[in-house]
């Protein structure tokens, strides 16, 4: 009986798992928002290890690696699709600066038990997909175009963060990146305007 009991448990997890295991890979980021909030110090403290920053921290933390690594893809396809040697030159200093402040992300969050996304969220796979389909001008224009309204998205987001982070690290983080995203944002409208 208790063989029977074991094996209908392990094939009930084996079928959870499978049926997760096609949302985990589409929404790595929701995924990882949503293992932070069951770390919550106050009630999962002992089953978790408990997270070691405020539920905001953690979802700037989720939220700035996902744009991280959404910046460090769609850059490595820009290297391959573009026509443009500005376009090319800007995806060569995206893989350079954000695989530097992602690394530092990843080695913040370990410290303090901040569970990242592994992949980029279904959002950014949306719009690598509908680049994945562009070539010549229409990449590049359809390229700079999302890396402009992703550095909106992220200077935003890292001001709120340098002002608003309650963990001292996370927001001497943002503090840090702030510059190199205004940066980016600053130069890639640049690039914009020249394609007008």
């Given at each position: 009986?208790?063989?029977?009991?074991?094996?209908?448990?392990?094939?009930?997890?084996?079928?959870?798992?499978?049926?997760?295991?096609?949302?985990?890979?589409?929404?790595?980021?929701?995924?990882?928002?949503?293992?932070?909030?069951?770390?919550?110090?106050?009630?999962?403290?002992?089953?978790?290890?408990?997270?070691?920053?405020?539920?905001?921290?953690?979802?700037?933390?989720?939220?700035?690696?996902?744009?991280?690594?959404?910046?460090?893809?769609?850059?490595?396809?820009?290297?391959?699709?573009?026509?443009?040697?500005?376009?090319?030159?800007?995806?060569?200093?995206?893989?350079?600066?954000?695989?530097?402040?992602?690394?530092?992300?990843?080695?913040?969050?370990?410290?303090?038990?901040?569970?990242?996304?592994?992949?980029?969220?279904?959002d950014q796979q949306t719009v690598m997909a509908?680049?994945?389909?562009?070539?010549?001008?229409?990449?590049?224009?359809?390229?700079?175009?999302a890396m402009v309204k992703d550095h909106d998205?992220?200077?935003?987001?890292?001001?709120?963060?340098?002002?608003?982070?309650?963990?001292?690290?996370?927001?001497?983080?943002?503090?840090?990146?702030?510059?190199?995203?205004?940066?980016?944002?600053?130069?890639?409208?640049?690039?914009?305007?020249?394609?007008?």
């Amino acid at each position: 009986m208790k063989k029977i009991f074991s094996m209908l448990m392990l094939a009930a997890a084996a079928l959870a798992f499978q049926s997760c295991g096609g949302n985990a890979a589409n929404d790595s980021k929701a995924n990882a928002d949503s293992a932070n909030e069951t770390k919550d110090t106050s009630t999962h403290a002992v089953e978790t290890g408990g997270i070691a920053v405020v539920t905001d921290d953690a979802q700037f933390a989720v939220e700035a690696a996902n744009g991280g690594m959404a910046e460090v893809e769609l850059a490595k396809l820009a290297q391959t699709k573009a026509t443009n040697a500005k376009v090319k030159e800007y995806a060569e200093m995206m893989i350079k600066d954000h695989s530097k402040a992602n690394t530092e992300l990843m080695d913040l969050a370990k410290t303090k038990n901040i569970t990242l996304p592994t992949t980029v969220g279904a959002d950014q796979q949306t719009v690598m997909a509908d680049l994945q389909k562009k070539s010549g001008a229409d990449f590049d224009k359809a390229y700079v175009d999302a890396m402009v309204k992703d550095h909106d998205k992220d200077v935003s987001l890292f001001e709120k963060a340098s002002t608003d982070a309650k963990d001292p690290e996370l927001k001497s983080f943002a503090v840090k990146t702030l510059p190199v995203l205004k940066m980016h944002q600053q130069h890639i409208k640049v690039i914009q305007d020249g394609m007008k």
